[in-house]
């Protein structure tokens, strides 16, 4: 390979794994709305150029989740509970789309592993808290939902809101009782899934977003 290719190929995983980092921070609250982003202490912190770091929030504006002011620089994107309620309604009916799909199209066995993942591994999860756990959990079902509703219009509508949206449920997991009624509602989805019974799946994802709502709303001073 030349020299001038392996450079490349280098530079594009340390942007993704910057990416990757800057988006968890972002989601476990670590960096929280409205935080100032400066490239030099990123840069410092992960062993990485400025320029790599500079292309991570490029890449992260374009998802939403960071927020360019002209003259001031980068900070993490906020947004209103009033903006998350309006994204909370086209991710609903975009996923029950995307579910409802893969429910029709995934061979059979195709959900064996996610009801394992959903499984014991869940309730300690959800006992410990475990948020980041129960949260790569629910992105690899969505993401296994993705590849079986095989649309490829889908997808780039849908991964953008999940990620913004995704933001804001790290937070809400931390509330009474939240995890405890999103796994429940998750089992019974996967078992849908497993039935091919697009009607319940399209049932028992809207009352997971409505419960959602119910939480947002809630506790919107908490949140937002």
């Not at 996610?114 to 993401?143: C, N, P």
């Not at 509602?185 to 009352?207: P, S, T």
């Amino acid at each position: 390979m030349p020299k001038s290719t392996a450079k490349s190929s280098s530079a594009k995983r340390s942007v993704a794994n910057v990416v990757d980092i800057l988006r968890e921070k972002i989601a476990s609250n670590e960096l929280q709305q409205g935080t100032k982003l400066r490239e030099i202490e990123f840069a410092d912190s992960l062993g990485v150029s400025r320029q790599v770091v500079r292309s991570a929030f490029t890449i992260l504006e374009e998802k939403g989740l960071v927020s360019r002011i002209p003259n001031r620089g980068a900070y993490v994107a906020s947004y209103s509970y009033q903006e998350m309620m309006d994204l909370y309604d086209i991710r609903e009916s975009l996923t029950i789309l995307t579910y409802q799909l893969a429910a029709r199209r995934a061979p059979d066995g195709a959900w064996a592993d996610m009801a394992d993942l959903f499984g014991e591994a869940m309730e300690e999860a959800v006992r410990t808290k475990d948020v980041k756990a129960y949260s790569d959990a629910i992105v690899a079902l969505d993401q296994l939902a993705s590849r079986h509703a095989n649309n490829r219009f889908l997808d780039p509508i849908l991964s953008p809101i999940i990620d913004l949206t995704q933001v804001l449920a790290r937070r809400a997991m931390l509330l009474p009782n939240r995890l405890e009624t999103g796994l429940d509602h998750n089992r019974q989805i996967i078992q849908a899934l497993a039935k091919r019974d697009e009607d319940a799946v399209a049932k028992i994802f809207g009352e997971m977003m409505q419960v959602s709502r119910v939480y947002l709303t809630k506790y919107k001073e908490v949140l937002f």
